[in-house]
């Protein structure tokens, strides 16, 4: 049409009402085409096509469904090709050329047919074509296509960017348990997500995470495979989130009464991740042990040493599972192939949960005997702390003692280096409190005295001596003094029926203690009866 060559056969004509038509084509081409129709198919087909054209940017779409019935009933079909135009042996003068001779039209354009009104349809052929799909780079993202980006560009990267589109497939719930799941893994792991990374509307990235997702996936929790649900209690229980109290406490009741679904290996871990929150519930650790001890030859050395520490750190005491954790770790064959860490895990949990018949000089001499290991436990707060703990409430005939002129030398170790965030001070805090009984335990030779020699009591106190420097250089005063727990006010509404004097959050160095009783106050609540 755009060369304004006068050729226009009906395959032309219905390849154009056809193509434009039904995709609202007809206002930009028609105009175009029908100067040439008239002169090419006649005056009466052009203004039917006119008429078409017009009548078919008037339809509502009820119409257009009662169309489309009664073209399918009419078979509309399309006209055979016209027969090719003669061909002229040569120009004559006052003709026209063969290249541009006008073509007969043979067989005319069938009428259209009417709807009810009186209006014309489009026919068969113009209902047969469907709408192209748009192009893929159009096409709005779907949930696969998200985890793909949050796989290849990384969490942190994915969801500022796609944040939006990821709040819209949630409204419409295109997300699965098991890809939100994903979502949740994969930002566990990335090491640049932190709790103050922000998205868009200004709330840190894991407190949108969980408060988009939380009741959706509570709702759909008996559905969850073991895995899914191991998934986000390490998710929800990890720095870079904000720990859902409710959503676990879901989570925990649903382990609970599946127990056995879940691998030796998911046991030790959740219970790791409850503990390290201190999130205690009697009920829950019951049905964990029983699981442990129900099937406890699935699990090894290492897993059996974390799960009994976790037992610990919660002060959950199952004399059950002491009895057939603890032997393992007294025989010297099986002991010679640990490493340090499940050692002083398995020597703390004995400590924890006040497990004087544990004889751990196994486990201690090897710790000793190896000291780039015991180096590397003790850079571990918590393994640290459990050592220095139980050397302090074992007896000597555990064998800890021989733990801590190692102990205090890596202790002394620590603090050459350089403390400079919040958190390390704070870990060197707990280390300074527990430096300070093991020197209680040897000023006042206790368990028995002659446990400790001289060169380990000025071992004790060099160590305490750098430790308060440290924190003189930091300015940071007395940090090691902790805050009050605050588990104490039942006690305190008992005491106070009672009759019985105290003092609340009394500084007792190191420590701040919750409930201090004077022995004054003892003897006198013992003379009025009191107690």
């Known amino acids: 049409l755009s060369t304004g060559l006068p050729v226009f056969d009906c395959d032309l004509l219905w390849m154009l009402r056809v193509a434009t038509i039904p995709l609202g084509g007809a206002r930009r081409v028609l105009p175009l085409a029908l100067p040439l129709a008239q002169d090419q198919v006649g005056p009466c087909n052009a203004r039917w096509l006119q008429q078409v054209g017009c009548d078919q940017m008037r339809h509502s779409a009820g119409c257009r469904i009662a169309e489309r019935a009664d073209a399918g009933a009419q078979g509309l079909r399309r006209p055979p090709p016209p027969p090719p135009p003669p061909q002229l042996s040569?120009?004559?003068?006052?003709?026209?050329p063969s290249s541009i001779l006008p073509l007969t039209v043979a067989t005319p354009l069938p009428s259209a047919p009417s709807c009810a009104n009186g209006r014309q349809v489009a026919g068969a052929a113009d209902l047969a074509v469907p709408p192209p799909p748009p192009p893929p780079s159009l096409q709005p993202m779907g949930p696969e296509e998200v985890l793909k980006i949050l796989e290849s560009d990384g969490a942190r990267t994915c969801l500022h960017r796609l944040w939006d589109r990821i709040e819209a497939l949630h409204s419409e719930e295109r997300f699965t348990c098991p890809q939100i799941a994903i979502i949740f893994e994969k930002c566990t792991q990335a090491r640049r997500l932190e709790r103050g990374e922000r998205v868009p509307g200004g709330a840190p990235l894991g407190a949108k995470l969980v408060q988009l997702f939380s009741n959706f996936v509570c709702e759909r929790i008996p559905g969850l495979t073991p895995r899914d649900i191991t998934t986000f209690i390490v998710s929800l229980t990890s720095p870079p989130f904000q720990m859902d109290e409710f959503w676990l406490f879901m989570l925990a009741k649903r382990v609970q009464d599946t127990t056995s679904d879940f691998s030796s290996e998911e046991v030790v871990v959740i219970a790791n991740r409850y503990a390290e929150r201190?999130?205690?519930?009697?009920?829950?650790?019951?049905?964990?042990?029983?699981?442990?001890?129900?099937?406890?030859?699935?699990?090894?050395?290492?897993?059996?040493?974390?799960?009994?520490l976790s037992c610990g750190k919660l002060r959950y005491l199952d004399d059950e599972l002491c009895n057939h954790v603890l032997p393992l770790f007294?025989?010297?064959?099986?002991?010679?192939?640990?490493?340090?860490?499940?050692?002083?895990?398995?020597?703390?949990?004995a400590a924890l949960l006040d497990q004087h018949s544990f004889r751990a000089n196994i486990c201690c001499a090897q710790l000793v005997a190896e000291p780039r290991a015991?180096?590397?436990?003790?850079?571990?707060?918590?393994?640290?702390?459990?050592?220095?703990?139980?050397?302090?409430?074992?007896?000597?005939?555990?064998?800890?003692?021989?733990?801590?002129?190692?102990?205090?030398?890596?202790?002394?170790?620590?603090?050459?280096?350089?403390?400079?965030?919040?958190?390390?001070?704070?870990?060197?805090s707990m280390l300074y409190r527990r430096t300070v009984l093991i020197g209680l335990c040897v000023a006042y030779s206790l368990p028995q005295p002659g446990l400790w020699t001289l060169p380990v009591a000025r071992l004790v106190q060099n160590t305490i001596v750098n430790l308060e420097r440290l924190q003189r250089s930091k300015g940071r005063g007395r940090l090691w003094e902790p805050a009050s727990s605050s588990f104490h006010l039942?006690?305190?509404?008992?005491?106070?029926?009672?009759?019985?004097?105290?003092?609340?959050?009394?500084?007792?160095h190191p420590f701040c203690l919750d409930i201090a009783i004077q022995p004054q106050d003892i003897t006198n609540a013992e003379r009025t009866g009191r107690l």
Request: net charge negative; aromatic share 6%.
């Open 330 to 349: 007294e025989d010297p064959a099986r002991v010679a192939t640990l490493d340090g860490e499940v050692m002083s895990s398995a020597i703390a949990a």
């Open 278 to 308: 201190g999130l205690e519930d009697d009920e829950f650790f019951a049905a964990l042990v029983s699981r442990v001890i129900a099937r406890w030859q699935e699990f090894d050395l290492r897993q059996l040493a974390s799960f009994l």
């Open 90 to 96: 040569g120009p004559s003068s006052g003709s026209t």
């Open 374 to 428: 015991f180096a590397a436990v003790v850079q571990d707060k918590d393994q640290a702390i459990g050592l220095a703990n139980a050397v302090v409430f074992c007896g000597p005939q555990v064998g800890t003692h021989m733990l801590v002129p190692a102990l205090l030398k890596e202790f002394a170790a620590l603090t050459e280096k350089s403390w400079s965030s919040r958190q390390h001070l704070n870990n060197m």
């Open 490 to 508: 039942e006690v305190t509404a008992v005491l106070q029926l009672m009759g019985v004097e105290h003092a609340l959050e009394h500084p007792q």
